[in-house]
């Protein structure tokens, strides 16, 4: 339990680790409105090139970063393919005849009675004998439930075919979570938690206008960030202890494995709420007023190399919207 | 010169239940109490009542001359400073530098400052190599040590352990009754609250609570060998003492080994 993360900051050193976390926060949001903005296949690929090469000279481990996206994969699989299989704008690309002709619906309901389906059936699969007979049982459920359910009725003559925009905008699609979510992880890789904080602190500040407290807000995450590791070893130690009255934390059936969590959870329940009262006693007692103005230790320190990043980030934004102005989307 | 008095304080969380009954102290500055008692008899409450996390239900609590009430709170606690029992419950940084500052950000103090007084603190109590040092990294009287310091850090005058030493080994029990000592030497006022009776004899005056009544008050070497007094309220004599009374019941008169026990009680 001990070597738990908090965040996925991994220790390094290079500029982008020296770097204010405030220009870091605010370049990641330009890039980001950059991605959107961004069309055409080259122009993507020369995105992916820079941070690539932003990747190399941070010194940051590429296999990490890629392992960030992986939880990204079906997200993305499902978006092409929803592209692929619906979006019937411009012109046709290939057509893959068929021989019977299916008419399958969809329409929110189609769509909502297959994942009810789904669902039904990933709850029951493990008191079902043959699971895998089960799972092409429910596959064949499903498209009949497209064809035979007809509640709103928009696709296919049978023939499947393929158009330009849904393979363009599939692609655009794909690239651009890719860039974005490679972007916010190298953000997190390098910046400590404590000083993601401090960033977003100062970053959100304006915030105070519409009367919400960034840094009672700040306050907070940092006492959660301070006390994860503390209740880590706390529930580690309930566990041990109700393990030693014959709890069994790594099987069982589902009504056990609630049994199990209420055993952990109740405890931690109440050791959380006597370390807050006497933690809110200590921090009074050290003169916290919330809401009252306090200095500050940490200050974070704007220098040259903050405006000439975000300025960088600028002209990226700002090459982006002229080539999509200029229409130079290839 | 009085730097506490307390006038006729009395206290209850739930009203048919009285925690303080009609408490009269005056602490000297300089001074350094103990305030002894059984569980439950109301040492943590008076030291919470002393700092203003509880507000009196009568009577009066002067501090530096000056009357806790709800406007005088906030200077109060700048002259009084608290360490509690559980270290990890009052470790408020992600850091031992983070924590150290803590007060020192509620005060307002220019971070220049900040940055030299957390050096002259940590050093003081030997944590200076551990700045940088995540709580779970520390051992409890580590963590007591860096609490020390951050009162220290504030410049208060006043500073309460309430059953400090309570949850450490030996060795880090020893080490902040050194400490206490120190502080106390430079002209600190302490406030502790134990059942360890050694903790007890290092001080000038022992109080001694039972159910919220102030059963006796005299100077530690007078308290220490009131046998009475201490059986009333759960107490257990130290070892020398005991071995003392032995002498006197079996009427073994030896003024040499006496006033060697005497002594052995009285440097724990
Ligand atoms: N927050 C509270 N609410 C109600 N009763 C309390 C509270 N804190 C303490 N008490 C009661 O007040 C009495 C004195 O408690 P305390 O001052 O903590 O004693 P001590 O520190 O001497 O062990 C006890 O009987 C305790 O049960
Ligand atoms: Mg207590």
Partial sequence: MKNIVIGRFIPGNSFLYKMDPRTKIIALIILMISAFVLRGFMNMFIALGLILLLLLLGRINIIRVIRGLKPLMFLLLFTFTFQILFNETGPVLIVFEQEASWTLHYSWLNILAVVGVVFFWFFTRRFVRFRLLYLVATLVGSIALLINLQLGYVFNTGDLTIHQNAVETGFFIMMRLIIIVTLSTILTLTTKPTDLNLGLESVLKPLKYIRINTEEMAMIIAIALRYIPTLLDEANKIMLAQASRGVDFSEGKMKDKVMQIVSLLVPMFIISFKRSDELANAMEARCFVPGNPRTRLHQLAWTYADTITIIISLMALASVITLRVVGINV | ?268
């Fill in chain 2, 1 to 268: 010169m009085n730097i506490i008095e307390i006038e006729n304080l009395s206290f209850y969380y739930q009203a048919d239940k009285p925690v303080l009954k009609d408490i009269n102290l005056t602490i000297k500055k300089g001074e350094w109490l103990t305030i002894l008692g059984h569980n439950g008899s109301g040492k943590s409450t008076l030291a919470k009542l002393l700092i203003g996390l509880l507000r009196a239900k009568s009577g009066t609590i002067r501090i530096d001359n000056e009357e806790l009430n709800q406007n005088t709170v906030q200077s109060i606690r700048r002259k009084i400073g608290i360490v509690f029992q559980n270290p990890d419950n009052q470790f408020v940084g992600v850091t031992v530098r983070d924590d150290i500052a803590f007060g020192l950000e509620n005060l307002s103090i220019p971070r220049e400052e900040m940055i030299e007084r957390i050096e002259t603190y940590a050093q003081k109590v030997s944590m200076s190599e551990f700045l940088n040092k995540e709580p779970h990294a520390l051992s409890g009287g580590q963590k007591q040590r860096v609490a020390i310091a951050g009162i220290l850090a504030m410049h208060t005058d006043i500073i309460i352990f309430d059953e400090s030493t309570s949850m450490l080994d030996p060795k880090g029990r020893r080490m902040i009754l050194d400490y206490m000592k120190t502080l106390n030497d430079e002209g600190v006022t302490i406030i502790t609250i134990t059942h360890d009776m050694k903790e007890a004899v290092l001080s000038d005056r022992i109080l001694v609570l039972k159910n919220g009544e102030v059963l006796k008050m005299d100077t530690a070497a007078n308290v220490l060998k009131d046998k009475i007094t201490l059986e009333k309220s759960n107490l257990e004599l130290l070892l020398p003492l005991k071995v003392i009374n032995r002498l006197e019941e079996k009427n073994i008169k030896n003024e040499e080994l006496r006033s060697y026990l005497w002594q052995l009680s009285l440097t724990g």
